[in-house]
């Protein structure tokens, strides 16, 4: 199968912008520094997961499904975008909060993407656990059989590593996406910096890179699990993705690079680095990161600068996929005296 073989809903605003970060490159007077904004993909704010959802959608349409659903963080920008795109192609959708991140303020349960959650009208249910994926998805399942049994047809776009990486595909286009941009602007990338979660977009953007032939490399923050856990889950998806594609064995142990340099405490959890970078990028740049994962990447990145491992002659994309919305249930962490 090549990607045109899988169904797709269309869903993201592209190509975004590729553009340079020259004011963020003075300061850190290192690499030079240019950003893919795929915060910019426009789904109800935008964020990389437009670019899965059009393969869990596609997927979900042609299997007649009426009722989509999904679990994650309170404040999980996928949640969001889900609700968004099953009220634009008509399918009612139940999306599941999970208790992942502790002692949080009341706006983080009310602001922010919980705010918009309730705009696109989806259904709410509550998930008492918040580290096992699989008891996450199995609370899902059940949600299914409910919906079944009132007569619905569900679709599940799963968490844990049980499933297909459906939503890599939206990144193997991606790669695509960020060569040709390349190429076009004459820029020479050196490396890509990304955020690693579930890690399919990581995984979908190295896929990508490898089936045109690229070797360049591809360095995830880790946004949830230390390096160790996350090199062996990136490795098991990128497996998985390139053999959806019919290219099994493409991706090598040498192509998996992770850092988990700025994620603790831990998932969700501000760390000086990441409000560091979150007002870097605002003041310099005038650009908005998010305290979850485009903040942390930019952090990642600025760690690795200062410790040598990305080197100061080299050309670093940044790719920013997203998150904006959840800054709004972090106010009183990134603004302590403003309220
Ligand atoms: C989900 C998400 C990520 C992480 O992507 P994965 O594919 O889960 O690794 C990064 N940034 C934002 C804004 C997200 O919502």
Same mark, same amino acid.
């Given at each position: 199968?090549?990607?045109?073989?899988?169904?797709?809903?269309?869903?993201?605003?592209?190509? $975004?912008?590729? &553009?340079? +970060?020259?004011?963020?490159? %003075?300061?850190? #007077? @290192?690499?030079?520094?240019? /950003?893919?904004?795929?915060?910019?993909?426009?789904?109800?704010?935008?964020?990389?997961?437009?670019?899965?959802?059009?393969?869990?959608?596609?997927?979900?349409?042609?299997?007649?499904?009426?009722?989509?659903?999904?679990?994650?963080?309170?404040?999980?920008?996928?949640?969001?975008?889900?609700?968004?795109?099953?009220?634009?192609?008509?399918?009612?959708?139940?999306?599941?909060?999970?208790?992942?991140?502790?002692?949080?303020?009341?706006?983080?349960?009310?602001?922010?993407?919980?705010?918009?959650?309730?705009?696109?009208?989806?259904?709410?249910?509550?998930?008492?656990?918040?580290?096992?994926?699989?008891?996450?998805? $199995?609370?899902? &399942?059940? +949600?299914?059989?409910?919906? %079944?049994?009132? #007569? @619905?047809?569900?679709?599940? /776009?799963?968490?844990?590593?049980?499933?297909?990486?459906?939503?890599?595909?939206?990144?193997?286009?991606?790669?695509?996406?960020?060569?040709?941009?390349?190429?076009?602007?004459?820029?020479?990338?050196?490396?890509?910096?990304?955020?690693?979660?579930?890690?399919?977009?990581?995984?979908?953007?190295?896929?990508?890179?490898?089936?045109?032939?690229?070797?360049?490399?591809?360095?995830?923050?880790?946004?949830?699990?230390?390096?160790?856990?996350?090199?062996?889950?990136?490795?098991?998806?990128?497996?998985?993705?390139?053999?959806?594609?019919?290219?099994?064995?493409?991706?090598?142990?040498?192509?998996?690079?992770?850092?988990?340099?700025?994620?603790?405490?831990?998932?969700?959890?501000?760390?000086?680095?990441?409000?560091?970078?979150?007002?870097?990028?605002?003041?310099?740049?005038?650009?908005?990161?998010?305290?979850?994962?485009?903040?942390?990447?930019?952090?990642?990145?600025?760690?690795?600068?200062?410790?040598?491992?990305?080197?100061?002659?080299?050309?670093?994309?940044?790719?920013?996929?997203?998150?904006?919305?959840?800054?709004?249930?972090?106010?009183?962490?990134?603004?302590?005296?403003?309220?």
């Amino acid at each position: 199968m090549t990607l045109a073989d899988f169904p797709r809903a269309r869903l993201a605003h592209t190509p $975004t912008p590729f &553009e340079p +970060l020259p004011n963020i490159t %003075r300061q850190l #007077g @290192g690499p030079r520094v240019l /950003i893919k904004r795929d915060d910019c993909t426009g789904l109800a704010m935008g964020g990389n997961k437009a670019r899965h959802l059009e393969f869990y959608f596609g997927e979900a349409i042609a299997k007649n499904a009426d009722t989509v659903l999904i679990t994650g963080a309170v404040q999980s920008n996928f949640l969001r975008m889900t609700a968004a795109a099953a009220a634009k192609l008509g399918l009612r959708c139940e999306i599941q909060y999970e208790d992942r991140v502790s002692n949080m303020k009341a706006e983080y349960h009310s602001s922010g993407n919980v705010l918009l959650n309730h705009l696109f009208g989806c259904k709410i249910h509550t998930f008492p656990g918040g580290k096992d994926e699989q008891a996450a998805d $199995t609370a899902l &399942e059940d +949600l299914a059989d409910r919906v %079944r049994a009132d #007569g @619905g047809k569900p679709y599940i /776009i799963h968490l844990s590593q049980q499933h297909p990486p459906i939503g890599a595909l939206g990144y193997v286009d991606a790669a695509r996406e960020i060569l040709e941009q390349a190429a076009q602007t004459g820029t020479e990338i050196d490396l890509v910096v990304i955020p690693s979660g579930s890690a399919l977009t990581h995984v979908g953007t190295l896929v990508g890179l490898r089936l045109l032939g690229s070797t360049l490399p591809v360095l995830g923050i880790c946004v949830r699990r230390d390096q160790k856990q996350q090199a062996e889950r990136v490795l098991r998806r990128a497996d998985e993705t390139a053999e959806l594609l019919g290219k099994p064995g493409i991706i090598k142990s040498d192509d998996v690079w992770v850092s988990d340099c700025v994620l603790a405490p831990g998932y969700g959890q501000v760390n000086e680095q990441t409000t560091e970078a979150i007002l870097l990028a605002a003041r310099s740049e005038g650009l908005l990161l998010d305290p979850v994962y485009s903040g942390k990447t930019l952090a990642g990145l600025i760690s690795l600068t200062r410790d040598g491992t990305i080197k100061p002659d080299w050309n670093v994309l940044f790719v920013h996929t997203g998150g904006i919305p959840a800054l709004f249930g972090y106010q009183s962490l990134l603004a302590p005296n403003s309220s």
